[in-house]
């Protein structure tokens, strides 16, 4: 079989039909890039319909009469769904990746518009959540494997970037889509209405454009695009029955379980700046949630520039492993910093802001170039078994996320008091700012003889200095008019008792949680920390000049198979 062809066959149609989506040849560059996008827009929006809850949390729990810890473990049964669901789909490899994909969004989608913003309790709520978790954890193993299918390892490390784009956008369509719209539109079941027609249209564009490589072609190896036309030409002998074999137990290994699990303790800073970034900066350091969210921002807009521009360099240079060990020790530097800021609430919005984009950096550059080998490292062992070896990934990661959240809620139980009764307790105590001053400034024994007589002239003069003494009034005509404004405007006896109730709870709390909060900040710090020597694990070459030698290896075996199949004897055979 002749070079041209080959070439003539990549260019005939491949069959047709929107149900059957296989391609029998690989697609021009135009067509491959599509699908690659396609790709990528559909990951951002299944990650926007995830976390589109956290936009609206306080609203949720307040709808559904849930309490703060009730919300976490709808995450928690949510992830538990998921990471089943993940390993479900590593039939990908038997079923096919595009319809998954495109199945996925319609039905998240419904989910999204329609189920869970019309819950009538909050059992109905999670069962939905739960429905609409085990959907995604099948989709979001299917989205990278499709990358890797179109993407040779020459260009994989700038494809599966945009890929890791999928969280971080996600992320900020959430923030920024809900800080547009929740003034006008208050109620949080708008927001998943819009979430849920958005992902609709983009469930029709994946329908009508979304193409997969049949099982002939992906289940090859493919290290550059020059390897197109002899992986065509081998296609043919691929014995499919036998590619299809024990899957898991290739992929159950050291080298592939071993580095899941290491970037999922990893992310495990990155998994609270998701759900709790807000709840953090509005419990300890008083931001309102518009504060807190433009803070945010600084950690998604980075993240993401991170995260393309890194896939770009392991690239260039062909190698992956430097810059997880680079990412990894610019990220422990910032962790380390901002734990240390936990306890301090005079710490500025400007460190903060430097901080997250420290972390942020850091981070992306590490999972960027750890997913590229991580893909690397699964087809090196059998390309066949990708979306297998990617299913133990999203096992690994959403296990682990499910048991981060329920040590997080274990390590910070002043957070659960602060957002279940701060929010009133500080809302009482500004509202009755002045009267609470006076009243505090009073011993008990005086408040109980002027509630027995107000006008005990010994109990008013004790008062009147007692004021003073507090410096709550200067003078003693001060003193008594407050004594007056206090008997004229009491604190209605429901927000006496509530904050007789939680005041001191809440105020322990207060104390207690900047010192919870940092030894959760060091938990994310061990996680990474830990990732390090899991790098060891993956394939890949640590010296770019050793990488360029085995690229043009790889070049000279690949001219030599061509000269075969032309029928020609390789110059090096010759001599």
């Known amino acids: 079989m002749s070079t041209a062809t080959l070439d003539s066959e990549t260019r005939a149609p491949s069959r047709s039909g929107l149900l059957n989506r296989q391609l029998e ?198 290290v550059s695009m020059r390897d197109k036309v002899l992986i065509e030409a081998r296609a043919k002998n691929i014995d499919l029955e036998a590619a299809s074999k024990n899957h898991w137990r290739q992929m159950l290994t050291p080298s592939v379980v071993g580095p899941a699990f290491a970037i999922s303790i990893f992310l495990l800073f990155y998994y609270i700046a998701v759900g709790f970034f807000v709840v953090y900066f509005a419990t300890l350091f008083g931001m309102t949630p518009a504060e807190a969210n433009k803070l945010a921002n600084f950690y998604w807009i980075f993240n993401a520039v991170s995260l393309v521009v890194t896939g770009f360099l392991t690239d260039k240079l062909g190698v992956r492993k430097p810059f997880m060990v680079f990412g990894t020790l610019v990220s422990l530097i910032g962790t380390a910093i901002w734990a240390t800021r936990a306890t301090h609430p005079e710490t500025s919005h400007t460190t903060f802001a430097i901080l997250m984009v420290v972390i942020s950096v850091g981070g992306g550059i590490a999972y960027t170039a750890w997913m590229t080998a991580f893909t690397e490292t699964v087809e090196e062992r059998n390309p066949a078994a990708t979306a297998t070896g990617l299913a133990v990934w999203g096992w690994t990661i959403r296990i682990v996320v499910t048991l981060s959240l329920i040590v997080f809620g274990l390590v910070l139980p002043a957070t659960k008091v ?51 003494k507090a410096k709550v009034a200067k003078t003693p005509d001060e003193a008594v008019a407050d004594l007056k404004f206090l008997g004229e405007n009491p604190i209605p006896p429901k927000d006496v008792e509530y904050l007789t109730k939680h005041g001191p709870e809440v105020q322990k709390a207060a104390a207690d949680s900047p010192g919870q909060w940092q030894t959760w900040w060091w938990v994310t710090f061990a996680g990474q920390l830990l990732f390090l020597p899991f790098i060891f694990l993956l394939r890949g070459r640590w010296s770019p000049k050793k990488a360029r030698q085995d690229a043009e290896a790889h070049e000279r075996l690949v001219a030599e198979e061509m000269a075969r199949l032309d029928g020609r004897t390789p110059a090096t055979d010759a001599v």
Not at 148 to 168: I, N
Not at 186 to 215: K, N
Not at 424 to 439: D, P, W
């Open 25 to 222: 040849h690989y697609p021009p560059n135009g067509r491959r890039y599509l699908y690659l996008a396609v790709t990528v827009l559909a990951t951002v929006i299944l990650y926007y319909e995830l976390y589109i809850p956290g936009a609206v949390a306080t609203n949720i729990i307040t709808s559904f009469g849930m309490t703060f810890n009730q919300f976490i473990w709808v995450s928690v049964i949510g992830n538990l769904v998921g990471a089943f669901a993940s390993l479900v789909a590593g039939l990908a490899d038997r079923w096919g990746r595009a319809n998954l994909v495109v199945g996925g969004l319609i039905v998240t989608g419904l989910l999204t518009a329609l189920a869970l913003p019309n819950a009538k309790s909050a059992t109905t709520y999670t069962v939905w959540f739960a429905i609409l978790s085990l959907v995604e954890g099948m989709i979001l193993v299917a989205t990278p494997a499709l990358i890797r299918d179109f993407s040779p390892q020459v260009g994989r490390g700038t494809a599966m970037g945009f890929w890791t784009l999928g969280p971080v956008l996600g992320s900020l369509v959430v923030t920024s889509v809900s800080s547009a719209t929740l003034p006008s539109h208050p109620d949080w079941r708008f927001q998943f209405y819009l979430c849920g027609i958005i992902g609709l249209v983009v469930a029709v564009l994946a329908f009508f454009t979304l193409r997969e490589l049949s099982p002939r072609l992906r289940d090859q190896l493919m």
């Open 418 to 468: 602060l957002v279940e009764q701060g929010a009133q307790v500080g809302e009482i105590a500004t509202q009755y700012s002045k009267q609470l001053a006076i009243a505090g400034a009073l011993s008990d024994q005086t408040k109980k003889d002027l509630t027995a007589n107000p006008a005990d002239p010994a109990a008013g003069k004790a008062a009147v200095e007692e004021l003073i």
